[in-house]
């Protein structure tokens, strides 16, 4: 079965970090980009960073620049979210998704996780 599993979403304070894994099952994470997205409650989903199968390119939309690092280990079938400086407005549902284009976070897309929550509050 194909699939991504996100793990490491929680309460944190502001200011505060969390780690996100995602694992992959089912196919060979290799020859896929990856990338984060999130949904806050009543929001549409965003995108949040990208890496490309071989991790020679990540990107970050400009909200979470700076603060979020993207990275990826093949051998462990695992892509990382590592997320510092949160803010109230990082709170929503984190997941994962595998894109068949290898170095781009671009449609068709081959699965999604099914997220982890992620709050950010005192």
């Known amino acids: 079965q194909v699939q991504l599993v996100e793990s490491g979403g929680g309460l944190v304070n502001p200011g505060g970090s969390l780690k996100l894994s995602c694992v992959a099952s089912?196919?060979?994470?290799?020859?896929?980009?990856i990338g984060w997205f999130r949904q806050a409650p009543g929001k549409e989903p965003e995108g949040v960073s990208c890496i490309s199968s071989d991790s020679t390119s990540t990107s970050y939309f400009d909200y979470v620049k700076g603060r979020f690092t993207i990275s990826r280990d093949n051998a462990k079938s695992t892509v990382y979210l590592e997320m510092n400086s949160l803010k109230a407005e990082d709170t929503g549902d984190y997941y994962c998704?595998?894109?068949?284009?290898?170095?781009?976070?671009?449609?068709?897309?081959?699965?999604r996780g099914q997220g982890t929550q992620v709050t950010v509050s005192s």
């Open positions: 998704a595998a894109f068949t284009n290898r170095n781009m976070c671009h449609l068709p897309r081959l699965v």
């Open positions: 089912g196919f060979t994470m290799d020859y896929y980009a």
